[in-house]
């Protein structure tokens, strides 16, 4: 059986429900605590900037386990739900959390979809099979795809009225792509997680620079979140400094590049594990901005249907805002040989594009109005 058979079947099984902050009890058939699945919404929370519902999908794990408790400590909402479909994973996650016994906090979980996903109004996934030693992001691709085609029908079914979802197992670009032609939802309502490259890219100028990583600015990466994404540093400083200041040689600038391609490797090599920790922060940073905090500023994942850039039908890093409006993208500016290598990342998702095209997991882009009305 593949790995969405493998899904499916574990939805189908795992389709107890199990939430609340009030009235534990024990079923003697499973000795599984059940939990109240209201929303906190009669009382005005101080502390939090909304007490709407946030939904974790891949909850059980390591990234999702992370996002739960950035979120509850950066104060985004009380109402969390916990969502995954190993009963286990989730289920631990969420005693941990009640444990940490954060103030006012009404942490839910479920193996129920219907459940998860109803009155959500924020989303966040982590909810693909993780990369492993070896494998490039792009080796992800038809597994996780159908898995981001069925959560993206999740969110129509259940939640039409979500207000932002953001994506972050990989290939990140052609899932969120997929969730959002399966989910109805706008373009300016769904992105993906792409600011790793760039903070990686700012720590090695940082460490090359001999200067603390918030000092370099201006230095990004655009198009692909994976092996063919374009590094843009002609604008970066350090310290305010033009980074050409520096006489960085051609030689090591182009091992500064390739250790930021292969930063998430590198994480794989070192831990033995796929990155957890920076990409849960800045995922939950993301819906923060969404949810009317600090505006996100970072590159994200968006989806470009641009003449003027001569970019279309794709989702990609480009320069971005995510705000409670959503999120707003702007052409980026570089020298020839940045927007060279930007033309050709967009190639390379154009590829991948086609791919989950020919598998069947998308409709021909003709055809994608008749899926999702807002493309």
Known sequence: MDFFGLYLTAITKFNESCLSLHDIQNKSHNNTKTRNTTILNSQNIMGFLTNEKLLIVGAGGMIGSNMAQTAMMLGLTP????????????????????????????????????????????????????????????????????????????????CPDVKHVVVIFNPADVTALTALIHSGLKPNQLTSLAALDSTRLQEALAAECGVQQCKVTNAYTYGGHG??????????????????EF???????????????????????????????????????????AMGGEKFTWPAGCYVNCDKCGFKNVMMAMPTVIDAH??????????????????????????????????????????????????
């Not at 994404?229 to 350090?238: P, Q």
């Not at 390739?258 to 490797?265: A, L």
């Not at 590198?266 to 993301?286: D, T, W």
């Not at 050709?344 to 008749?370: F, N, Q, T």
């Open 79 to 158: 109402n969390i739900c916990l969502y995954d479909i190993y009963e286990p994973g989730v289920h631990g996650v969420a005693e941990e959390m009640y444990h940490c016994a954060f103030p006012n906090a009404n942490i839910t979980w479920t193996v129920d979809p219907e459940v998860a996903f109803k009155d959500a109004k924020y989303i966040i996934s982590s909810g693909g099979a993780p990369r492993k030693e070896g494998m490039t992001r792009e080796d992800l691709l038809k597994g996780n795809c159908k898995i981001a085609a069925e959560f993206g029908d999740l969110i129509e079914k259940y």
């Open 227 to 244: 092996e063919a994404m374009a590094v843009f540093a002609s604008e970066a400083l350090v310290d305010g400094k033009p980074l050409s």
């Open 247 to 289: 006489n960085i040689s051609e030689e090591r600038w182009a091992e500064i590049k390739h250790s930021t391609i292969q930063g998430g490797s590198n994480i794989i090599k070192l831990r033995g594990r796929s990155s957890f920790q920076s990409p849960a922060y800045q995922a939950v940073k993301m819906i923060e901005a």
């Open 326 to 375: 959503g999120v707003h993208y702007c052409e980026p500016k570089g020298t020839a040989e940045e927007m060279a290598a930007l033309q050709a990342s967009y190639e390379h998702l154009c590829k991948m594009r086609e791919e989950i095209i020919s598998l069947g997991i998308i409709p021909a882009v003709a055809d994608w109005k008749s899926e999702n009305p807002n493309l």
